[in-house]
């Protein structure tokens, strides 16, 4: 017998501290399996169906579908607008073997067992109740499938040269992530939290992933982008509303990110923890 999904009375209502701004969106799209998965790509095969929780725009969702054709991949995302993006997305990509649900990584709308693989690419990190959130990936994967999540460490998050602007950023985004429910470090946590979600050692593989931004078309993307996420994203409308940061701060964070950028040095690294685990 199926089990159903987690009424959604008992959903914890979270808040995406990223939000869906232009500049978070431009960021999601740069996003491909093979920069954002590679952990997982030699677990895939042709004919599995996979699910990929928190898609977004659908850029690794559409990897995935490429590679595990005829096998259907189905994305979820708890944002419609969102959504549309990813369809428009598989359709000018010309892949047919995906659909894409609105959902919720507490109550995902499947039955058990329903999947060979269950992917989550910067999901945890934002969820007040990871292990809840887990334990719902675990169950709509079949036995001996795999639960695969990745999810970047923000205090493990290095940077040249040294910026106190980037340095009061990191302490400012920690403070409105957890303010939200969140955790910005969940990085090194994973390993943790799959074991409290009921998997044993032995069913779980551990592994640690890095983006690096370090040449000059590199750091001008990413400088822009988390200066324009300062001023404009929902984690600069939640340090304003939170009161955690003024209009004067935001505007000198954002100076210091395009500081930082200009920098013919310029470097910026950012670890990932990463999750295999056998259902």
Do not use: K
């Amino acid at each position: 017998m199926s089990a159903q999904p987690t009424s959604t009375a008992d959903v914890p209502d979270d808040t995406y501290v990223h939000g869906h701004h232009e500049s978070v969106l431009r960021s999601h799209r740069w996003r491909t399996a093979e920069n954002s998965a590679a952990y997982l790509l030699p677990h895939l095969t042709e004919g599995l169906r996979v699910l990929d929780v928190g898609c977004g725009p659908g850029t690794i969702t559409v990897d995935l579908a490429q590679t595990v054709g005829p096998g259907v991949v189905t994305g979820v995302d708890t944002s419609a607008a969102v959504l549309e993006e990813a369809r428009a997305l598989a359709e000018r990509s010309g892949v047919a073997n995906i659909e894409f649900v609105q959902g919720d990584v507490y109550a995902l709308p499947f039955d058990d067992d329903s999947f060979d693989i269950a992917h989550a690419h910067q999901v945890l990190q934002h969820v007040s109740d990871p292990v809840a959130a887990l334990r719902e990936m675990r169950r709509v994967t079949r036995p001996g499938g795999l639960v695969a999540v990745r999810d970047a460490d923000y205090a493990a998050m290095t940077w040249y040269p040294e910026s106190a602007a980037l340095t009061e950023w990191n302490t400012l985004y920690h403070e409105v992530a957890t303010t939200a429910g969140g955790e910005p470090d969940a990085g090194r946590r994973l390993l943790s939290w799959t074991l409290a979600a009921g998997f044993t050692p032995d069913d779980v593989t551990a592994s640690a992933g890095v983006w690096c931004y370090a040449n000059p078309a590199e750091r001008a993307w990413w400088g822009d982008l988390w200066a324009q996420r300062c001023l404009s994203s929902q984690f600069g409308i939640q340090a304003r509303e939170t009161g955690l940061a003024d209009d004067v701060a935001l505007e000198e964070l954002a100076h210091g990110w395009r500081e930082w950028a200009s920098e013919p040095d310029g470097w910026f690294a950012i670890t990932h923890g990463e999750i295999l685990a056998r259902v």
